[in-house]
Structures are given as C-alpha cells and as structure tokens.
C-alpha cells in the first residue's frame, strides 16, 4: 500500500540541481545542512542524500551547474548549525597527513597499508651540524693559549698536572650550543695516562685520548656535549701533559647560534659585554671548584 507521508530521500544530482551551484568545489564533511531551501541532509556514503539526517561524508562530491554565477555551494539551516564539521584524530592519520604531536610535528605516511607517524625535525626537537674554520680554544703551554681557560692548574712548563679539570669558555664562538666537534692533542707527556673531553654532568668513565709512555704526541677527534648557557667545555687530564684543544664544528638548534660564523650578530656583542662576561665567569668558576671537590673526594 503506497504510503502518504512524503519520499525524504532524494538523489544527490536531483539536490545539486535544485542547490543551482557550480563545479570546482568537494565537499568531504560531517553535515547536516540544507541547500537554498531544501530541509537540512547530509551526504551518504556512495549513496543519496538523506534530508535532515547527520550522514558521514567520506567520498568527494562535484558541484557543478550553477545559474548565472551563482554560489557553488549555500548552505541554510534557520534553527541551527548548517555545516557540522567532525574532528579527526591525530593518531588515525593518512598518507601525507602532518599533525601537531608533543615533541612538536609529525608527518604520516602509509608502509604496507599501515599509517606510520615519523617526528619532522625542528629547531624544538633537534640539532643541526655546523661547521667552521678550525678553531684553537686551548694550548696550556702558553699565556695567550689559556686566554679561555677559566679553571685549571699547570706546571711550569705549561702542563696541566695529573688531575686536573680544566674548563674552557667558548664566548665568541657559539651561544647556545648542544654539542661541538674538535681535536684534543696531548704533548710533553710525563707516563702513561688519559685525558676526557666533556661538557656537562659528572665526568664520564670513558676517556678521549689515551698515551702510554713520556714525550708522546698524540691527538683524537671528539664529539662532545657543552654547556649552553654557561658555553663551556671540560677536560679532565688523569696525568700530567699539555693540552691543545681546536673546535671545528658546533652542534646547534639555529644557526644563528654559532656566533663565530655570524661577527655582527647579537649573540657576540652579548658575548663581550663586561658586565655578562664577569657574572658568567664567577658562575662557571663556582661550578668548576663544585666538580674538583667532587673529583677529590671520590665522588
């Protein structure tokens, strides 16, 4: 028996027509809306539109054939919200898709039809290498060599003596800075012994160089931590021996950073500033004298 209440569903073409829009626009949304003057509906999935019911639009829909320029698209609801617009999870995701994630950004892409989300590597998560001409920041077998040399006890010959924390600034060079890259080169040894290039926490069991005899020359690359607001780096020297020590490359969130590469920047002038520069020394100078009476006692 044919029924009297009206046909509430009607085909996506018949809506569009009535709708009098044109192409170029795709809708791919949550909606309960009416077009002109149609009850409110929503988009189906690969079906027609169903009036004044919430549908879940996931394939793409053309408009086209609007009358003498017309809207592409009007949406009217005079008791509510025409468009109702669903929030997707960051975690669901697709292939391209990028997302706000707590290290910073993430970008998803599809391996063997599963969603993978990689961390985008920013100046908030990650460090960049930068290099620069190569740099001599101590050689304690002169006064002008230990002119960055804040803490730190020598013989007369210009050796560090056997256990022996020397810290060096690097003002001038980098601000800011997370790591640095360089060469440490022992001569005038006395026996056999080690040295540990290090920028932060307590000193590290493992060494940098070693030397197993007197009057050796030896030298190492290193990569090494610094200290970012105090800007220095240590060496702990277990036996006796000049040290020289060049940077040649920074580990650095912006390359503004590296104050060195960039003369007329900021960062130097806040370097050379007397005022910084003496608190900054009496600071690093305290933390030394902490880190040598942890060494004597064993600690």
Avoid: C
Wanted: charged letters at 15%; aromatic letters at 4%.
């Amino acid at each position: 028996m044919p029924s009297s209440e009206p046909d509430r569903r009607a085909s996506r073409r018949g809506l569009l027509r009535r709708a009098a829009v044109t192409g170029g626009a795709a809708v791919a949304a949550t909606t309960a809306a009416s077009a002109l003057d149609a009850a409110p509906a929503a988009a189906a999935t690969d079906g027609a539109v169903a009036l004044g019911l919430p549908n879940q639009a996931t394939t793409w829909t053309q408009l086209t054939a609007a009358v003498e320029g017309g809207a592409t698209l009007a949406l009217k609801n005079p008791t509510g919200a025409p468009l109702h617009l669903g929030r997707r999870p960051s975690y669901v995701g697709w292939g391209g898709s990028v997302v706000s994630t707590p290290a910073g950004l993430g970008v998803h892409r599809v391996v063997d039809g599963t969603v993978e989300r990689h961390e985008v590597h920013t100046t908030a998560n990650s460090t960049m290498l930068v290099p620069i001409r190569p740099t001599r920041i101590l050689d304690t077998r002169s006064s002008a060599g230990r002119a960055r040399l804040i803490e730190g006890q020598f013989d007369a010959q210009g050796r560090a003596v056997a256990g022996t924390y020397l810290l060096v600034h690097l003002d001038g060079i980098v601000d800011g800075g997370d790591g640095m890259l360089g060469n440490i080169t022992v001569a005038k040894t006395t026996k056999g012994g080690f040295a540990t290039v290090y920028g932060r926490g307590n000193r590290p069991t493992a060494s940098t160089i070693n030397w197993w005899a007197a009057d050796q020359v030896l030298a190492n690359a290193f990569i090494t931590q610094i200290d970012p607001w105090q800007n220095t780096v240590g060496v702990y020297v277990q036996a006796t021996t000049a040290v020289i020590l060049d940077v040649t490359g920074l580990l650095v969130y912006a390359p503004e950073s590296v104050v060195i590469n960039n003369p007329h920047g900021a960062g130097r002038a806040a370097a050379a500033d007397p005022q910084t520069r003496a608190v900054r020394t009496r600071e690093v100078k305290a933390t030394a004298q902490r880190i040598a009476a942890k060494e004597q006692a064993g600690e």
